[in-house]
Structure formats: structure tokens, C-alpha cells
């Protein structure tokens, strides 16, 4: 498997025709911060390709340090899912950055439905060689887990990776106002109407 950078206009497309229909509304970054991330050198749009086919995508978000990385979006084309892709890429994708990190949504949904997909897509995950991080984080509104693959065994030092992500990107009053992360026990979900842009 080999991964390709995407430029603008290919994110643009991918964007488009795949993301908005993978991820909720919620959950999806606009697409102005990716490629303003892109622009300050922070965003890598990866193509997972196979033979010349394109088989899925990955959105990473670099620490300012160059010291692991945000997976932010995992996704396999449709048509291509359920042939373990989707742990290939995975695999790929460590190889390239040493240590990802990531949020899935937490299964708090007052539909079942909804929170059976959650611990599958959370399932799949640690199948792949995730734990799960002993805190949370609420963004823009939504509560998540948060996830690590790597070798560091200390989760404040990627609590410290993953919100130094955040914290290089926003001001300090976005960040009070839409990132909890941590998100501490008990904490109210500040709601928000959807990923807001400064």
C-alpha cells in the first residue's frame, strides 16, 4: 500500500464526494480548515492507493513539534470496505508517523443504534493496536475518547501532543470556548452548533 499526497483541488474532490457522506455534520471539519491547515505546512491528505486504485483515505493533523500525529479522518472508499483495508492503512499510516492519536466518538447517544456503531468503530480500533486514553475530550460539543497508538506508555505526554494540536492552531479563547480537552469528570459538554472556524 502506498500513500499519496493529495493537493487542493484532490482534497477538494475527496472532500466532497466521499467525507461529507462518511462522517456526520457534526464531526466534520469544514473544509476551509484543512486546506488553511495545508497552508501552514500542518495537514497531510493521504490517499491510500494499491496497484494505481485508490482504496481509502486518511486525514492527518501534524504536531507543531513533528512528534506524533492527529488521525483525524479514516476512511475506505466505498465499495472497498470489510476486506481489512481499513487495518492496513492503520499500518501503514504508523510506519509513517510513529505515534497517532486520535478521538472516537464516546457511546453516550440516547440512540442505541447509534452508540452500538460507535463501540464497533471504537472495537476496530483497539483490534489495531489502540488503547483507549485515560481521559476524554468534548470538541465543538461532541464528547469523545480518545485513542493512542505508539510506544509512549505516559498519557499525559500524549494528552500534552494531542492538545498542543489544538492549542498551535486556535486562540486561547477559542480554545476555553470549543476544546475540553481534557474533558474532566462530570464536566458540562459546552454545546457548540457545529465545527466553528475563527
Known amino acids: 500500500m502506498e500513500l499519496k499526497l493529495l493537493n487542493k483541488k484532490e482534497l477538494t474532490r475527496l ?3 466521499e467525507m ?3 462522517f456526520p455534520k457534526s464531526e466534520l471539519k ?3 480548515g484543512m486546506l488553511r491547515l495545508m497552508d501552514m505546512g500542518r495537514y497531510e491528505p493521504l490517499l491510500a492507493l494499491e496497484d494505481g486504485e485508490a482504496l481509502g483515505y486518511a486525514m492527518i493533523w501534524l504536531a507543531g513539534d513533528g512528534e506524533g500525529a492527529l488521525l483525524e479522518y479514516l476512511g475506505v472508499l466505498r465499495g ?3 476486506g481489512g483495508l481499513g487495518t492496513r492503512l492503520l499500518t501503514t499510516l504508523e510506519k509513517r508517523y510513529g505515534q497517532l492519536f486520535g478521538e472516537v466518538e464516546a ?3 440516547s440512540d442505541e443504534e447509534e452508540n452500538q456503531l460507535r463501540r464497533r468503530r471504537m472495537g476496530f480500533y483497539q483490534r489495531n493496536g489502540f488503547r483507549v486514553l485515560d481521559y ?3 470538541l465543538f460539543g ?3 475518547n480518545c485513542i493512542y497508538r505508539g510506544a ?3 498519557d499525559r505526554k500524549v494528552q500534552a501532543m494531542h492538545r498542543s494540536v489544538y492549542g498551535d492552531y486556535f486562540s486561547s479563547k477559542h480554545m476555553e470556548r470549543y476544546i475540553q480537552l481534557p474533558l474532566s469528570p462530570g464536566e458540562e459538554i459546552k454545546p457548540a452548533p457545529e465545527w466553528v472556524e475563527e
Open 136 to 138: 476524554e475530550c468534548a
Open 15 to 17: 472532500y466532497q464526494t
Open 80 to 82: 472497498k470496505r470489510n
Open 142 to 144: 461532541v464528547h469523545f
Open 30 to 32: 469544514p473544509l476551509s
Open 20 to 22: 461529507v457522506f462518511d
Open 152 to 154: 509512549e506508555t505516559d
Open 107 to 109: 457511546p453516550d447517544s
